[in-house]
C-alpha cells in the first residue's frame, strides 16, 4: 500500500494538483449533467476552444494576462459564441450541431490566428491550454480553481429549482415565470469560467471530458436530478484519482489518464447499467423473446 502514500511525501505539487483537479472535476461533473439533460453537452467543447480567442483578445485590449482579465475575456467570448449558435441553430435550413461546429472552429481558428500574428511578447502557451500541466500546478491556477469552483456550485445551488424544471421541461418552465433563457446563458457562463480556470491546470481537453462523460455515465445509472448530480460526482473523483495514480506509476500524462479511466467507467456502465446497459437489454430481449408461445399466427 506504499505506493498510496508515497507521491504525497514526495513534494507538495501531489496536493495542488489533487485538490486543482478534483475542484474542477467536481464542478464539471454537476455542470455536466444539466447540459446533457438540454442536450447541449457538444456546446461544452465549443465554449472550451472559444476560450482562446476571448484570452487573446482580452490581453490585446488590455495587455495584462492577469487571471481576472483572462476569465472576463473568455466569459464574454462564451456568452458571444452562445448567442451566435443559438441564432445560426434557429435558421431552418441549419441543424443545431452543425451551428456549434461552424461557430466554434471558425472562432477558434481566428484566436490561433490572432496569437499567432498580433501576440508576440506575452506566454500565452496553446499546448498548456490544450492539454495543461495537472502535476505542476501554479499559484495562480490554483487560486482562479478556488475562487470560482465555490463560487459556480454555490450559483447552482441557489438556482438549482429553475435549473431542474427547465432543463426538464422548458415550456413548463417559461409558463411558471423561469427566465430560461437568462438562465441558459448564465449556464453558458459558468462552463465558460470552469473551462477557464481550469485551463492552465488541466487543460481544455481534460476539461471538456469532465464535463461530458461524467453527466452521460450519470444518465445511465441514476432515475433522477439528484441520483445524476451523486453518481455524475463520484465518476468525476474516480477518474480522478484513479488517472492520478496511473499516471505517476506509468510515468504518462495525467490528463490523458484521467480522460481514458474516465472513458473506461462510462464504457462499464455503457454494458452492465441496471435498465440502460447492454447487457441488461440484451437480457429483457432474450426473456421476452423465450416467453413467446411458439406457432403463433398473424391472425391469432
Known amino acids: 500500500m506504499s505506493w498510496l502514500v508515497e507521491p504525497w511525501q514526495w513534494g507538495d505539487w501531489m496536493w495542488r494538483g489533487m485538490l486543482t483537479l478534483n475542484l474542477v472535476a467536481i464542478t464539471s461533473a454537476v455542470l455536466g449533467v444539466f447540459l446533457y439533460l438540454r442536450r447541449m453537452s457538444l456546446i461544452a467543447d465549443a465554449l472550451a476552444h472559444v476560450a482562446l480567442p476571448g484570452i487573446v483578445v482580452a490581453f490585446l485590449v488590455t495587455q495584462s ?34 451551428a456549434i461546429g461552424v461557430v466554434f472552429t471558425a472562432l477558434f481558428a481566428l484566436g490561433v490566428i490572432l496569437l499567432s500574428t498580433r501576440v508576440r511578447d506575452a506566454h500565452i502557451d496553446t499546448h498548456c491550454l490544450l492539454y495543461g500541466d495537472v502535476l505542476g500546478v501554479s499559484d495562480r491556477a490554483l487560486g482562479l480553481v478556488g475562487v470560482t469552483a465555490p463560487a459556480v456550485l454555490g450559483l447552482v445551488a441557489v ?17 411558471l415565470g423561469i427566465p430560461v433563457s437568462a438562465l441558459s446563458y448564465g449556464l453558458m457562463s459558468a462552463v465558460t469560467v470552469t473551462a ?6 488541466v487543460g481544455a481537453v481534460l476539461v471538456i471530458a469532465l464535463i461530458i462523460v461524467p453527466g452521460a455515465t450519470a444518465h445511465l445509472l441514476a432515475r433522477n436530478l439528484k441520483g445524476m448530480l451523486l453518481v455524475s460526482v463520484a465518476h468525476g473523483v474516480l477518474s ?12 504518462i500524462s495525467a490528463a490523458g489518464a484521467v480522460v481514458v479511466v474516465g472513458g473506461l467507467l462510462y464504457a462499464v456502465a ?14 429483457q430481449r432474450h426473456r421476452s423473446s423465450s416467453r413467446a408461445p411458439d406457432g403463433l399466427s398473424p391472425s391469432g
Open 270 to 283: 455503457f454494458v452492465f447499467a441496471p435498465g440502460h446497459g447492454r447487457l441488461w437489454l440484451w437480457r
Open 196 to 201: 477557464v480556470a481550469g485551463f492552465e491546470a
Open 65 to 98: 494576462l492577469h487571471g481576472g482579465v483572462m476569465l472576463a475575456g473568455a466569459a464574454l467570448m462564451g456568452l458571444l459564441t452562445a448567442a451566435a449558435i443559438e441564432w445560426v441553430s434557429r435558421r431552418p435550413t441549419v441543424r443545431s450541431d452543425a
Open 240 to 251: 480522478s484519482w484513479v488517472g492520478m495514480y496511473l499516471a505517476i506509476a506509468l510515468n
Open 159 to 175: 438556482f438549482y429549482r429553475w435549473l431542474n424544471v427547465s432543463s426538464f421541461d422548458p415550456k413548463y418552465a417559461v409558463a
